[in-house]
């Protein structure tokens, strides 16, 4: 996810007001300051300070901005002809790529003729395939977003995939909906295509030709404003999330529940992975959480996660005075056809999340580095519901704190279990009044 600099108080009080029940937590820390010589205030002057010196380029990142510059100014070919297909790339996360599906379906409307590429991550790229809106969709493994080592130079990377583009037949224009993805920037310019749309980023501006302020505001309405030009304006009503399900998918997830024994029973799901530790709840919480819905709401809990975050499902159900149901591993679409069933999903910022809301199931999203005022599952925040922490150094668009103490960032784990079933029960009761 984007990260950029720290947003106002207003702003932080719009986001307490609109998107989430009850308040931002306002709570002491699941460790007492005590224990590490820090008051609440303190702990988030301490991590604005590091925060802020994290955001500062780097040598080797002002070198890179330097080679940058230099490469914008080769006199690479441009593509010519009548040749008027569009690439959209959109090198980041799932949920990223979800948030600017409503753009590409309104691109579509507006240029039904238009031979719409979209350029993804190979984890997006199944879930970016069944949107008829799409022409193509080519997987890639963007460099800043594979998880594993990788073997090529991202220079050399850029210079092969350039050459495919254009042996593919080109592009008359690209866009870039990754706001500070250098390397996606470059790889537009190195295949020669005209016309470079993105963010005003000191990290891809010199390579774009047309280049759109940044504002802070949800990923769908910022990608919405990067095709204003095609689409013209959208009206806010209109903008909705969806993700097509097809039989096989629901034939499956169907056969799955029915293995569990899970039929007629309420349908909750708990996801509680993420790609960063630091977006992490507590494994006692979840537990606690778990027990107390399914004794509330006499409902059945099912886990999900991929393979990678089985041990901490395990850990979970582990606590729980009777374990919850695990679903195993899932295609995004079995996935998907899951959560249709489902009358709530929690979990911390994820894609999964994204899913779930895209489908109009009610969701509760745990945020804490992450700005839920641009990542939150968009929808009715009666439905989508949000809780943060009320620390001052939230949301620090830190993800990756590894070399620090991690009870020095407890602002996910600052979430109490009682706000988080209160709402639940809020939601659900709804639902049965509805």
Known sequence: MMRRGRKSAVTRRQVSASTTIGRRCCHVCWLPMGVLGLDRQQLAQRNRRLATARHCPTRKHQLRDKLLKSIAKLPI???RGKNKRLLIIRPDHLGDALLATPAIKQLRRAHPDLQIHVLCGPWSAELLARFPAIDQVRPLPFPAFVRERRADNAYLLALRWSRRLREAGGYHCAIIMRPDDWWSAMLAYLAGIPRRIGYHHANVA???????????????????????????????????????????????????????????????????????????????????????????????IVFTGAASESKLVAAIRAQMTQA?????????????????????????????????????????????PADPVEFAPWGDPARQVVFASDLACAPCRILDWRDDDPAFHPCVRDIKVDQVLNAALRILSGADAG
Do not use: M
């Open 206 to 300: 010199p390579l774009l030709t047309e280049r759109q302020a940044l504002r802070h505001e949800h990923a769908v309405l910022q990608n919405l404003r990067l095709v204003k030009a095609w689409t013209g304006e959208t009206d806010r009503a209109d903008i909705r999330l969806e993700i097509p399900l097809n039989t096989a998918d629901s034939a499956f997830i169907e056969g799955r529940l029915a293995e569990l024994d899970i039929n007629r029973q309420r349908l909750i799901c708990i996801h509680p992975g993420s790609g960063a530790a630091s977006k992490l709840w507590q494994v006692d919480k979840w537990a606690a959480l778990a027990d107390s819905l399914r004794s509330s709401l006499d409902c059945a």
């Open 324 to 368: 919850g149901h695990s679903i195993g591993a899932t295609s995004i679409g079995q996935l998907a056809a899951l959560y249709a069933k489902a009358s709530l999903v929690l979990g911390p910022d994820s894609g999964a999340l994204h899913v779930a809301a895209a489908l109009q199931t009610p969701t509760i999203a745990l945020f804490g």
């Open 77 to 79: 070919p441009i593509q």
